[in-house]
């Protein structure tokens, strides 16, 4: 809804309005037996549908930002129900704008960051997802290997011929020896942030890896450079799109990247060209998890978006956490979602994601001493998940989530950044920070845990790991801006 800048007296008005209903509803519940209510609450939406159309658009809305003011469950409900129930205005261009403006003010008290949503009959790629007319509106462009090679021949920059290329080969083994990767790539502008998810690698084997604003695309079958997606030069640089995570759909056609400043970007590999910006987080966007066609996202505010990039409004769901996620996926089932916190909490949520309602509860919360980053489901038996606690806990830990309890654990001395399980091999894989930095390979036998080997050659932590479909090659990114590959 719009009010005119400083029409102090209308915005009273509402909320007053506002907290009359709340009141209201704190005596009558949403389902059953009372119609009266359900008949108020038509009459109360409304009366504010006719009020907001009767007056101008707004330069502004007093609202505060981020967590300055949080509302209550009871408003942001209301909030959330007229967002859902209020028929759009093709009129008014400024509509999608609004409509993503209220969903996040409902969520989290805030404005909306991300000014670019799908508009409602845009044509669709070849994923089915809804694409932008152009990948250059949205400020990102796609550039193959083959044209970057091209470029930095004709300019000729010194500078740039002593540039560390990304995927460029640092070392490589004639034999791959026990516990030696078999080659070495250079991975410049890696952030060093615990907290971020930087590589994946596809159904297809190309590796995603994110450095610093630009996705390095890399294929681990002919062992060569794809391409990169990358903001344009001509952007500010205060408004560069640093990137916090990444995430390939399930069919590996599509890659989900979220970036620091909460936008969330959609781009479809296959045309390597179209683009479209989901709504978005107030807050740094830490976890990616693809569910089918549905994509949940997690933000360092504690907020859990449930998108679907089909549907002409994408948010069909959210729940929330006191804590800031750090990590977030579907089981292999798809029957459960985990999510991780800074607060060493594992919460368990069934797959009814509809509905934007903060009274959302997980179905099992789990507790660990340390901030849940390092987190997998077991493939071959769904019921199980591992966590790695960080540097003031070093436990590896598996976990039933039927019963809730953890089954086994392996105090590894050393802080856990991240957690793959190998699912043709029947191996566990984790990667280390102090004191060795290493990656190891970890046999589980109910109930018997045991490392079989230790992979060593990072001289800073180990940040992230991903695995080639087959589970015979491992993948890992330190903060030592070097990406290794271990044969199995």
């Known amino acids: 809804m719009r009010l005119k800048t400083g029409d102090t007296n209308d915005w009273d008005n509402l909320r007053r309005m506002l907290r009359d209903f ?3 509803r704190r005596h009558c519940p949403f389902k059953g037996q009372n119609d009266a209510h359900h008949v108020s609450y038509k009459r109360f939406r409304r009366r504010i549908i006719r009020r ?8 502004s809305t007093p609202l505060a930002t981020g967590r300055q003011c949080e509302p209550s469950f009871e408003l942001d409900a209301v909030c959330q129900r007229l967002v859902l129930d209020s028929p759009p205005r093709h009129h008014e261009p400024e509509q999608t704008v609004l409509q993503g403006n209220l969903q996040e003010t409902a969520l989290a008290g805030g404005v909306f960051h991300c000014g670019a949503v ?3 009959n845009t044509p669709c790629s070849a994923g089915g997802w809804p694409a932008t007319e152009n990948a250059r509106e949205q400020g990102w462009v796609w550039r193959a290997a083959v044209q970057e090679a091209r470029t930095a021949q004709q300019t000729g920059s010194d500078e740039r011929k002593h540039d560390l290329q990304p995927f460029a080969v640092l070392d490589k083994a004639s034999v791959g020896l026990q516990g030696k990767s078999v080659m070495k790539l250079a991975a410049p502008s890696l952030l060093n942030d615990f907290y971020t998810n930087l590589l994946d690698c596809s159904r297809n084997g190309v590796i995603a890896l994110a450095l610093g604003s630009s996705v390095y695309l890399w294929n681990s079958e002919t062992r060569a450079l794809v391409g990169h997606l990358s903001p344009q030069m001509e952007r500010p640089r205060h ?16 890659l989900c990247i979220g970036t620091r400043q909460g936008e969330i970007q959609l781009w479809d590999v296959e045309h390597k060209q179209t683009m479209t910006c989901l709504p978005s987080h ?12 549905l994509l949940s996202s997690g933000s360092v505010l504690g907020r859990i978006h449930h998108l679907d990039p089909r549907a002409p409004a994408p948010l069909v769901g959210a729940a929330v956490h006191e804590e800031g996620i750090c990590s977030l996926q579907w089981s292999p089932g798809d029957d459960r979602l985990a999510s991780g916190s800074t607060d060493g909490l594992l919460c368990l949520w069934d797959s009814d994601v509809a509905g934007l309602t903060r009274s959302r509860q997980p179905i099992t919360t789990l507790k660990q001493p340390s901030a849940v980053k390092a987190m997998a489901w077991c493939p071959w038996q769904r019921k199980t998940i591992a966590t790695g606690g960080g540097w ?43 004191p060795h ?9 109910f109930p018997s845990l045991s490392p079989t080997y230790q992979l060593t050659g990072h001289s800073h932590r180990v940040l992230h790991l991903t695995l080639n479909p087959d589970g015979t090659q491992i993948f890992s990114a330190g903060a030592d801006q070097r990406l290794h590959i271990w044969d199995m």
């Not at 408004?239 to 599509?254: H, K, P, V």
């Not at 070093?394 to 590894?412: K, Y």
């Not at 793959?420 to 091999?425: I, M, V």
């Open 22 to 24: 709340v009141g209201k």
């Open 239 to 254: 408004q560069t799109q640093s990137i916090s995570c990444l995430c390939w759909s399930t069919d590996g056609r599509a």
């Open 282 to 293: 107030l807050s740094v966007v830490r976890a990616l998890s693809w569910k089918q066609q």
């Open 118 to 120: 799908s508009p409602l």
């Open 437 to 445: 930095h290493q990656v190891t390979c970890w046999t589980w036998e």
């Open 392 to 434: 003031k806990d070093g436990e590896l830990r598996i976990w039933d989530t039927e019963s809730g309890t953890c089954v086994t654990s392996a105090n590894t001395n050393s802080q856990i950044c991240s957690v793959r399980w190998a699912e043709e091999k029947r191996y566990l894989v984790t990667g280390h920070g102090l």
């Open 52 to 59: 907001s159309s009767s007056e101008g658009p707004a330069a």
